[in-house]
């Protein structure tokens, strides 16, 4: 087997695969400049709804957190509770806040209302978790997960004033369900390897981005490194991407200041690429750019 169907290895293999034509007449110097919900930042480079990150490091949420803030950056987080999520906000970081998908729909009500009361800028489900590894309904910390139905999408959609956003999704079907349960946003991800050979996100991000047509952001994680990476997402039609397991091993090394500087290196190397392929923002890069191996 060539790759043991390791989900990371073939998502990393795709990026590998995408190569960059150069474009340098008439380039301009290009901005990285993103705006999200209304909320400007200074690039599409955002932290991953992640979660357990004490246990990376003392405090390492919020130290997460402080590290999109300085960097300009969107925080996204995932399971966690209250007082968390009220830290992660105090930090002055525009958070999006991730809830699992509880059997129970009014665990996820109220989360949905604390987020909004909390002042999160958005927030969303990762409809991915429903099943453990043996297909059994999975448990987290003792309260039973549950796949959501298309009516349930749109209760939850009309129960806040917040953007919704769905996270998980890797098929057009589920996208197509998306854009009509009226959500305003989707995470293309699945889930670092929820199961093998899962199809590497930006191999279905064309068409998921043509089916949605600009209506709502379109977000995209799983395997991000570097700013060639996010350059060759955006290309292919991602508005902004979430960086997760590559920020660990700065935040346990460096804390703020080491996500800090990993965002921030990210983001100039993705202007970098984007000066020598006169891409002047990152809604306007030509797909043709990337030529596949
Ligand atoms: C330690 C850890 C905790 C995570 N917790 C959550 C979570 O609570 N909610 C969620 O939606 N995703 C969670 N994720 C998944 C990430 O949001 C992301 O989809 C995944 O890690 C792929 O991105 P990456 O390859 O950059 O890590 C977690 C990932 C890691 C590594």
Redesign the pocket.
């Known amino acids: 087997m060539a790759n043991g169907g390791d989900t990371s290895k073939i998502t990393r293999d795709y990026f590998d695969s995408l190569l960059l034509e150069m474009r340098h007449i008439d380039a301009v110097k290009p901005t990285t400049e993103t705006v999200i919900y209304g909320e400007k930042f200074s690039s599409p480079i955002m932290t ?5 990150l004490d246990k990376v490091r003392p405090n390492g949420t919020v130290l997460m957190a402080q590290g999109a803030y300085a960097s300009k950056s969107a925080m996204w987080i ?2 966690g509770d209250e007082e968390e999520l009220e830290a992660i906000i105090e930090t002055g970081a525009k958070t999006i806040k ?1 809830i699992k998908p509880y059997a129970d729909n009014d665990v996820i009500l109220k989360k949905i209302e604390h987020a909004e009361k909390s002042g999160a800028l958005a927030v969303g489900i ?1 409809i991915d978790h429903a099943f453990g590894s043996i297909s059994e309904w999975d448990y987290i910390l003792g309260l039973r997960m549950s796949p959501k139905s298309f009516d349930e999408i749109k209760s939850f959609v009309n129960a806040t004033k917040l953007p919704f956003i769905i ?1 998980g999704v890797l098929s057009l079907q589920d996208a197509l369900k998306c854009l009509e349960a009226g959500v305003n946003g989707i995470v293309v ?1 699945h ?2 390897g929820m199961v093998d050979y899962a199809l590497p996100p930006l191999m279905i991000l064309p068409k998921i981005a043509k089916a949605v047509g600009g209506k709502f952001p379109i977000f995209v ?4 490194e570097r700013g060639l990476d996010v350059f060759k997402a955006l290309a292919l039609g991602a508005t902004a991407v ?5 920020l660990m091993k700065p935040l346990k090394d460096d804390g703020a200041d080491g996500v800090q500087k990993y965002i921030e290196e990210m983001k100039h190397e993705l202007q970098w690429a984007m000066a020598v392929t006169c891409s002047k923002n990152p809604s306007s890069i030509d797909p043709t750019i990337l030529w596949n191996k």
């Open positions: 991953a709804a992640l979660s357990h995932g399971m991730i990762d996270k991800s889930h670092h994680d799983c395997c991000f979430s960086v997760g397991r590559a």
